[in-house]
């Protein structure tokens, strides 16, 4: 299949990913899908049927976008994966247009994975510890964290490293008013995911590329990548963008 862009690191295809991805036959170190969520009468907003067993035949790893209202209409269609874990994306504004209802400030990303935890690649997420933090922790022998049903491990000594683990909340000022897509993802947000699910040098599988924003987050990490977009409109302005973005050989 000809590719609709290429740099020799992101490659963008054009077409529906249900019928592109099976002829691709690839081996992903991480999927990051932003998929319609069906959750409005908007031509574009409508949910791909069958699109995650599908993702399960191209890598083992998928953080996935959505809301609450989708993961749990949707939760059969995730039967080949196993749910690691969750994290808020907070934006800096509300959408929606319901005015009954608390604002909607956020949506969420699931990490889903396959076969043994252990051999998914996982960057753990550390950030610095304040110097407050730092120094009410400064005791080498401390209380280890809540473990199922609310009860708490032995004591455990551990060493002071500067860092903490990042917090599953995550807040990030959205697109708005700069989108080139009506979902489009914030680069510094899809950094988080790239980096924790994909080595350096891996290769990430967008099947929902939009205007190119993981594919755009995958190379400025040192990664590769590769997007499928349905809509040739997002498609063309995905490749303007990134050709924009590529730096001409030395």
Not at 47 to 74: E, K, Q, V
């Amino acid at each position: 299949m000809k590719p609709y862009y290429s740099d020799g690191q992101v490659t963008l295809y054009l077409g529906d990913m249900r019928e592109l991805l099976p002829a691709l036959s690839l081996e992903a170190d991480l999927i990051v899908a932003d998929p319609p969520y069906g959750e409005t009468s908007l031509t574009w907003d409508r949910w791909p049927d069958g699109w995650p067993t599908l993702a399960a035949t191209a890598a083992s790893s998928m953080w996935c976008f959505g809301s609450m209202r989708m993961f749990l209409a949707r939760s059969h269609e995730f039967a080949d994966w196993k749910l690691s874990q969750d994290i808020v994306w907070e934006k800096h504004n509300g959408s929606g247009a319901t005015t009954d209802r608390f604002r909607r400030v956020h949506e969420h990303a699931l990490h889903w994975y396959r076969g043994p935890w252990s051999a998914s690649h996982h960057d753990t997420p550390r950030v610095p510890a304040s110097p407050e933090q730092i120094a009410r922790n400064g005791s080498a022998v401390r209380t280890s964290a809540p473990v199922h049903h609310g009860a708490y491990g032995p004591a455990r000594k551990w060493t002071e490293t500067g860092t903490r683990l990042a917090r599953s909340v995550l807040t990030v000022r959205s697109m708005k008013g700069q989108a080139i897509h009506p979902t489009e993802k914030p680069v510094p947000l899809l950094d988080h995911l790239v980096t924790y699910g994909c080595p350096p040098g891996g290769l990430v599988l967008d099947p929902f590329a939009g205007s190119g924003s993981t594919l755009d987050a995958a190379r400025l990490s040192g990664r590769r990548a590769i997007g499928i977009e349905a809509d040739e409109k997002y498609a063309e302005a995905a490749a303007n963008r990134l050709s924009v973005l590529t730096l001409p050989a030395a």
